[in-house]
């Protein structure tokens, strides 16, 4: 097994520590420590449970106990697939009390992402929920037992079926706890947003992201008696650190799982629970602009919307103040590290045209021009980055460890932004054949690899278009091979092989044959930006007759 690595320079991680961003802290002192401090407080709330810091502390050991007496040793990684449910946080603590390492993964994956982080992480085990949204996922764990026979471990929460029960997992009491992670130990592999083909997996250490929850935490004001409400998939980077379920119960914070972020769901819940701070990605954001006015339920509470995972334009931004009565906290960040945040207390033209600036001191930021120049202040150039908490390499994966970092270490982050006065950036998009859909980062290879493997499809290019409610949307361009087939039989092909939903793509168009140079060769990044152009000014030239 592949050993879990995540280091930096013997320099640069001195001063980490010296500066106290690195404090020697670890996932199960955190908890530990809360519930000593607030053992009777409510720490999380979800699906009808209601559990204070101390129960959740209680229920952590337990399992972990359970983990390990079903046959999972220290070092096993774990894929964890589940919901919004309360079992997410009882299942990640003991994964970390029992030194296993947790693997996450998102709720509308399917067999063919599952698989690969099960192959690239070396996992022994899963851990999913019974049903959500109506898919049943004890399928997907047999398929994936087909697909990954290392696979020895499979539990779910609910209505197990032929596998292993939470709730039935060994009591364990005469199991021996391992002792406590060293700080500097990889905590867990996150996913990235996967810009060429599947996803990378993200080695993050207790020190690096403890760092950057806690400080998230510091930034948002959260206090004891602050209310989080975690409307999207708590697997995603931003509900989990930005400040995230781990911010908010760093800061003695009261975490709300909301099942759905639409409206209907979250707003009974701010409501119930007197809500005081969320975060949204721009589509959703616009949604609930959109359903405040007419809403029965009291969102008084809602004292910051942060909204992040893609760029949230000014005319859309200006409307939050007035129309929910809170304050607006962009954020924009990644998993591999950097976060930024316009701070609370901003102007609110910085509010509402900039994406924030960054946590730390020694968050350093480069923007350079294609050549590798700086560019002067307010000029568009590539983002790079390195800090306390931005890693220096992904997991298992020397290629794309070559193509992301420079030989001193700063993260391509593939994103174009501008550094206006003060450090605030605003994102300008993306560098690369990214698709960012809603949040969601979506690699136009992965998906081409996908059209290609059906029989009627000679060519395939897919690219992004800008869209008024996902920010951008996919878009497939076809070169058929032999009889044109139907959009809709396309996309039931890609669902069917096992892809997530968010990657089939939202349009099809067909065409005789894609543009070449004089002979006979296009790069399939100029390809796709071709295609987009030309896509582009059609539709702007047919709206104008």
């Known amino acids: 097994m592949r050993k879990l690595e995540q280091s930096w320079p013997a320099e640069a991680a001195a001063r980490y520590r010296a500066r106290g961003y690195w404090r020697g802290e670890t996932f199960t002192r955190v908890l530990r420590d809360r519930a ?89 085990g899963y851990v999913v929920a019974e049903r959500h949204e109506g898919f049943d996922y004890r399928t997907l764990a047999q398929e994936l037992l087909g697909e990954v026979p290392d696979i020895a471990h499979v539990v779910v929460v609910g209505d197990a079926g032929d596998f292993t029960g939470l709730e039935g997992l060994p009591q364990g009491g005469d199991i021996d706890l391992p002792e406590d992670a060293d700080p500097s130990d990889v905590a867990f592999l996150q996913i990235s947003g996967g810009s060429t083909g599947l996803s990378k997996l993200i080695p993050r250490t207790h020190d690096d992201y403890i760092y950057s929850f806690r400080a998230s935490a510091e930034i948002c004001k959260l206090t004891p008696s602050s209310v989080y409400l975690a409307a999207l998939p708590v697997a995603h980077n931003f509900p989990m650190s930005s400040p995230g379920v781990f911010g908010a119960l760093y800061a003695g914070s009261r975490v709300v799982l909301s099942p759905s972020p639409s409206p209907e769901a979250a707003f009974p819940l701010i409501e119930r629970e007197r809500v005081t701070i969320t ?91 294609d050549a590798g120049q700086p560019v002067p202040e307010g000029e568009a150039g590539h983002l790079l980055t390195r800090g306390p908490y931005t890693i220096r390499a992904y997991h298992n994966n020397d290629g794309a460890n070559a193509r992301a970092f420079t030989p001193d270490g700063f993260y391509r982050t593939g994103d174009v932004v501008k550094r206006m006065p003060g450090g605030y950036l605003v994102v300008q998009g993306r560098a690369g054949d990214h698709i960012n859909r809603a949040g969601e980062k979506i690699s136009a290879e992965e998906i081409e690899d996908h059209l290609l493997a059906h029989p009627a499809v000679f060519d395939a290019a897919v690219v992004s278009l800008p869209d008024d409610y996902l920010g951008e949307r996919s878009c497939a361009f076809i070169i058929p091979q032999g009889e044109k087939p139907k959009a809709a039989a396309l996309k039931l092909f890609m669902r069917k092989r096992g892809l997530a939903d968010f990657k089939v793509p939202d349009q099809i168009v067909f065409i005789e044959a894609f543009e070449t140079t004089a002979v006979g060769k296009v790069s399939r990044k100029e390809l796709r930006a071709g295609l987009r152009r030309r896509f582009l000014e059609k539709t702007e030239a047919e709206a104008g007759e």
């Open 36 to 124: 000593r401090e607030r053992p009777d407080h409510v720490a999380v709330v979800g699906g009808g449970a209601r559990w204070s810091f101390g129960e959740l502390e209680a229920r952590a050991e337990r399992l972990a106990r359970g983990f390990l007496a079903r046959g999972l040793e220290p070092g096993d990684r774990v894929i964890v697939q589940l919901p919004n449910i309360p079992e997410f946080l009882t299942v990640v603590f003991a994964l970390f009390r029992a030194r296993l390492i947790p693997v996450f993964a998102l709720p509308a994956h399917r067999l063919v992402e599952i698989a690969h982080f099960a192959r690239t992480a070396q996992a022994r």
């Open 279 to 369: 975060g949204l990605v721009p589509p959703l954001a616009l949604l609930w602009l959109q359903a405040a006015p007419t809403t029965r339920h009291d969102l008084s509470s809602l004292e910051v919307l942060q909204v992040g995972g893609a760029k949230f334009l000014p005319e859309s931004a200006r409307r939050v103040k007035p129309v929910l009565g809170c304050t607006l906290q962009q954020v924009f960040g990644m998993a591999e590290g950097l976060v930024n945040y316009t701070r609370l207390d901003d102007p609110e033209e910085i509010i509402v045209s900039t994406q924030g600036r960054p946590i730390s001191g020694d968050d350093e930021v480069l923007i350079l021009d």
